[in-house]
């Protein structure tokens, strides 16, 4: 494990926001998350982004699928 947050989250019609109240790396606890959650049969694709306090922002497009 390189890193550890724990929370709350958000999910409403398919948007999905994290709060997190403390994690190992404490940059961590103060990004903003937000995701677009949707499901397609057995898979499910994430698309969103983190930004940083900073301003900086990391782009994410993953797609996971469920194996039997």
Do not use: C, M, Q
């Amino acid at each position: 494990v390189i890193s550890v947050g724990g929370g709350r989250y958000t999910l409403k019609d398919g948007a999905y926001s994290e709060h997190l109240s403390f994690a190992s790396y404490k940059e961590f606890a103060a990004l903003k998350t937000k995701f677009s959650l949707k499901i397609d049969g057995d898979k499910l694709h994430t698309i969103g982004a983190s930004t940083d306090p900073n301003g900086n922002t990391a782009i994410y497009d993953e797609w996971f699928e469920k194996v039997e």
